[in-house]
C-alpha cells in the first residue's frame, strides 16, 4: 500500500483546510486509517483515525473543528481542517494498518500563520 498525502498549505488563523490520503489500491478492506501530525522536537501523534466501517475518532484537542472521512470508491481518506489555529503547524502524515504492517504517507506541511 502506498500513500500520497496532499493538500498542506499556508493559512491564516481561523481558515480551512481539507488534506487527501489517496492509497495506490482498495482502501476497503484496510481497518483503519488514520492521520497523524508532528512538530520539529516532538514525537509524531495522532489526530484522528477511521475504521473501515467509518467509525471514527477525533483527539478532544482538535475535536469539533477537525474531521476524518473515507471514499472507499477513491480509495481516499480526508481529513477537515476548520477553524485553524496556529498550533496546528505541523506535518500531517497518513497511516494504513494492513495485514499487521504500517504504512505511511509521505507528509504534507500545514502552516498556520497569526
Known amino acids: 500500500v502506498q500513500l500520497q498525502a496532499s493538500g498542506g498549505g499556508l493559512v491564516q488563523a481561523g481558515e480551512s483546510l481539507r488534506l487527501s490520503c489517496a492509497a495506490s489500491?482498495?482502501?476497503?478492506?484496510?481497518?483503519?486509517m488514520s492521520w497523524y501530525r508532528q512538530t520539529p522536537g516532538k514525537q509524531r501523534e495522532v489526530v484522528a483515525s477511521i475504521t473501515a466501517r467509518g467509525t471514527t475518532n477525533v483527539v478532544d484537542i482538535v475535536k469539533g473543528r477537525f474531521t476524518i472521512s473515507r471514499d472507499n470508491i477513491k480509495n481516499a481518506v480526508y481529513l477537515s481542517m476548520n477553524s485553524l489555529k496556529p498550533e496546528d503547524t505541523a506535518v500531517y502524515y497518513c497511516k494504513a494498518i494492513y495485514s499487521g504492517v504500517v504504512y505511511w504517507g509521505q507528509g504534507t506541511l500545514v502552516t498556520v500563520s497569526s
Open positions: 489500491g482498495s482502501i476497503s478492506t484496510i481497518p483503519i
